[in-house]
C-alpha cells in the first residue's frame, strides 16, 4: 500500500507543470552569483557535519551559479532560485547529518527548497523559512528534523507544494497553514503530529493531494473536505480519527484515491460511496465500521483496491454482477463478522491479482478461481477449510504469496505442488503431515523466502540446506521432526528468523549456525538438544530474540553481547548451563556488569 501512495504522490507532482519540473530545468544563463546568496549556502553547508552522498563537495569556487554546485540554480541576475537536494531514501549509507541553518531565510528570491531523503538532518525547522515569501515548494521529507510545524509558514502565500513527511515533527498542525490559498498538495505525514484536523484548512480551495498519515491526530473528519472540488488524493490513515464519515466526503467526483485505514472511525459506509465515480483504491480497514456493504459500491467503475478487512460488516456481502466493479484487482474483506461459508462468485469468476478472505468463515474445500493464472497473492487462513491441496496451485503461475494458515486441511507436504514463482508459504495451524525434504530439497525455488509450516504433524528430519537458497524465515515449530539441525544450515546466509521449537530434534547446536550474519530471530527451545551454546554464536550481532530453554545443554553461556544480556528464561530447564545471566560456572567468578 506504501508503494502504492508513492505512485500517487509522484504522479501528482509531475502533473505540476511549469512549477516544479521546469523550476529544476531553466534554460537561461545565470549571471555570477550574488555573494549574500553564496555565504548563506556555505552558511548552510557549514552546519553539516557529515555527508555521504558528495552533493556538498561540489560547493566550491567563488560562482555558486555556475552549475557546478550540485542542487543549486539561479536567475539571469544571479539570485538563488532553486535549492533541491535529494538522497535516495532506500540506501541507508547516503545521508547528511547536521541541522538546518537558519541562513536560508536569506535567500529572497528562492522559488524552490528541496531538502530530502537525508536521513540524518535533525533539529527544528528554522523560523527564518517564513521570510521565504517567494517559495512555491518547500519539501523536506524524510530528514529527522524535531519540534513543531513553524507557524510562520502560514506567511508563504505563493507555496504550492509542502511536504514535511517522514520526519520527528511534533505538536499540533498550525491552522496558519489555512492562509496557503494556493496550496495544491499538502504532506504531514509519517511525523508524531497531534490533536485535531485545523477548521483554517477549509481555505485550500486548490487542495488535490491531502496526507496527514501516520501521525496521532484526533477528534472527527471535518466536513470541509467535501469542498475540495479538486482533490483526488486523501490519506488520513494511522490516526486516532473517530466519528462517523462525513457525508460530504462522497461530493468528490474527482477524487481517486482514499485511504482512512487504523483510526476509530464508526457508523456505515454510506450508500453516496457510489458517487466516488473516480476512485480507484479505497482502503477502511482496522476501524470500528459496521453494518452491510452497500450494494452502490458495485457502481464504482474504477475501482482496482478494496480494502475493508478488520471492521465490523456483517452479511450479506452486496450482490455484485458480473458488471459490477470491472476494474477490480484487489479485495480484502478479512477479519470482519462474516460468514460466507464460499466466496462469491463475483469474487472466483474475476481475474484478481489479491485475494484476502482471512477469518470469513469459508468453509468446504479450497476454492477454484476461474483466472488462476492472474493471482499474486492469496490469503484464506483463519477459517475452516478442509480437504487436500493438490490440485489448488495448478496453472497459478503468477502467484508469489499463499497463506492457508488456521485452517483444518489435512495433506501430506509430497502433495504440494507450488508455483515456481512463489515466495512465501504460510501452512501454519493445519493437519498437514509428511517431511520436509518434499519442499526443502535441490529443486527449490531461488525466489522462495518465507515458509511457514509451524503447528502441524510433520515428521522425518531436517533436510540438508543446498546452496543457493534466499530463505529469509523458516519456521518448523510444534511438529514431530527429529534428526539433527544440518551444518548446512550455514548456506542460508539471508535467514532472518529461525524456529524449530516444540520438536524432537536431537544433537548438538551447530558450530555453522554462527555464519547466519542476518539472523535476528533464533528459537530452538524444548527440543532435545545436548552439549553447549558454540561461542560461534556471538558473529551474529543482530540478533533481538533467542531461546535455548528446555533442551539438554550444559556449560558456560557465550559471554557477549547479546546473548549475556537475554533474560535468564530463555536458558531455563536445561541440564547444566551457566554463566551470565544464569549463576556463575563453577570455579569462576561472575563479572559484574559495569
Excluded at 193 to 214: C, E, R, T, V, Y
Excluded at 531 to 557: D, Q
Aim: positive net charge; charged residues 15%.
Amino acid at each position: 500500500m506504501q508503494i502504492l501512495v508513492r505512485v500517487f504522490e509522484v504522479l501528482f507532482i509531475s502533473s505540476l507543470v511549469g512549477v516544479f519540473p521546469l523550476s529544476l530545468a531553466e534554460t537561461t544563463s545565470p549571471g555570477v552569483c550574488s555573494e549574500a546568496d553564496r555565504a548563506a549556502l556555505l552558511a548552510f553547508k557549514a552546519k553539516i557535519v557529515k555527508d555521504t552522498t558528495g552533493i556538498l563537495s561540489s560547493w566550491i569556487g567563488r560562482d555558486c551559479c555556475g552549475g557546478d554546485w550540485e542542487g543549486v540554480q539561479c536567475n539571469p541576475a544571479g539570485r538563488v532560485t532553486t535549492l533541491a537536494l535529494q538522497g535516495p531514501v532506500k540506501d541507508s549509507s547516503m545521508y547528511m547529518k547536521g541541522t538546518l541553518s537558519s541562513s536560508l531565510g536569506s535567500l529572497p528570491f528562492l522559488q524552490v527548497l528541496v531538502i530530502s531523503g537525508m536521513k540524518l538532518i535533525t533539529g527544528p525547522i528554522p523560523d527564518s523559512f517564513s521570510k521565504l515569501t517567494g517559495l512555491t515548494q518547500l519539501v523536506l521529507e524524510d530528514n529527522s528534523l524535531q519540534g513543531n510545524i513553524p507557524s510562520g509558514l502560514g506567511l508563504l502565500s505563493h507555496l504550492q507544494t509542502l511536504s514535511l513527511a517522514g520526519n520527528h515533527l511534533k505538536g499540533p498542525v498550525p491552522p496558519s497553514l489555512g492562509n496557503l490559498r494556493n496550496l495544491g498538495m499538502i504532506n504531514l505525514g509519517r511525523n508524531s503530529l497531534s490533536g485535531p484536523i485545523p477548521a483554517s484548512l477549509k481555505n485550500l480551495h486548490l487542495l488535490q493531494s491531502f496526507d496527514l498519515s501516520f501521525n496521532s491526530l484526533s477528534g472527527f473528519i471535518p466536513e470541509f473536505l467535501g469542498q475540495f472540488r479538486n482533490i483526488t488524493f486523501i490519506d488520513l490513515s494511522n490516526n486516532q480519527l473517530s466519528a462517523h464519515l462525513p457525508i460530504s466526503m462522497f461530493n468528490l467526483v474527482s477524487l481517486s484515491y482514499l485511504s482512512l485505514s487504523h483510526n476509530l472511525l464508526t457508523g456505515t459506509i454510506p450508500e453516496q460511496v457510489g458517487n466516488l465515480k473516480s476512485l480507484t483504491s479505497l482502503s477502511l480497514s482496522s476501524n470500528k465500521f459496521i453494518g452491510h456493504i452497500p450494494a452502490s459500491i458495485s457502481r464504482l467503475q474504477n475501482l482496482w483496491s478494496l480494502n475493508l478487512s478488520r471492521n465490523g460488516f456483517s452479511d450479506p456481502l452486496p450482490d455484485v454482477s458480473n458488471r459490477g466493479i470491472p476494474s477490480l484487482l484487489s479485495i480484502d474483506l478479512s477479519f470482519n463478522n462474516l460468514s460466507l461459508g464460499t466466496v462469491p462468485k463475483w469474487i472466483t469468476d474475476r481475474q484478481l491479482s489479491d485475494v484476502n478472505l482471512a477469518g470469513c468463515k469459508l468453509r468446504g474445500s479450497l476454492p477454484r478461481f476461474t483466472r488462476p493464472d492472474s493471482l499474486s497473492s492469496i490469503d484464506l487462513s483463519n477459517n475452516f477449510l478442509t480437504g487436500s491441496i493438490s490440485t489448488f496451485f495448478t496453472k497459478m503461475t503468477s502467484l508469489q504469496k499463499v497463506k492457508l494458515s488456521n485452517n483444518l486441511l489435512k495433506f501430506d507436504l509430497s502433495e504440494l505442488k507450488v508455483p515456481d514463482g512463489i515466495s512465501s508459504i504460510d501452512l501454519h495451524s493445519n493437519q498437514v503431515c509428511g517431511s520436509l525434504s518434499s519442499i526443502l530439497n535441490n529443486r527449490t525455488s531461488s525466489f522462495l523466502e518465507v515458509i511457514d509450516v509451524s503447528n502441524n504433524l510433520i515428521s522425518g528430519t531436517i533436510p540438508e540446506f543446498s546452496e543457493g537458497l534466499n530463505l529469509k524465515e523458516l519456521n518448523i515449530g510444534s511438529n514431530k521432526i527429529a534428526g539433527q539441525i544440518p551444518s548446512s544450515i550455514s548456506n542460508l546466509i539471508e535467514l532472518e528468523r529461525l524456529d524449530v521449537s516444540r520438536n524432537l530434534i536431537t544433537g548438538t547446536i551447530p558450530m555453522s549456525l554462527g555464519r547466519l550474519a542476518n539472523l535476528h530471530w533464533l528459537d530452538l527451545s524444548i527440543n532435545r538438544l545436548t552439549g553447549r551454546i558454540p561461542t560461534s554464536l556471538l558473529g551474529i550481532k543482530f540478533m533481538r530474540h533467542a531461546s535455548f530453554r528446555a533442551n539438554r545443554l550444559c556449560g558456560e553461556i557465550p559471554q557477549g553481547r547479546p546473548f549475556d544480556i537475554f533474560p535468564a528464561s530463555a536458558y531455563a530447564h536445561n541440564l547444566c548451563l551457566c554463566g551470565k545471566p544464569m549463576p556463575p560456572c563453577r570455579g569462576k567468578k561472575q563479572e559484574t556488569s559495569q
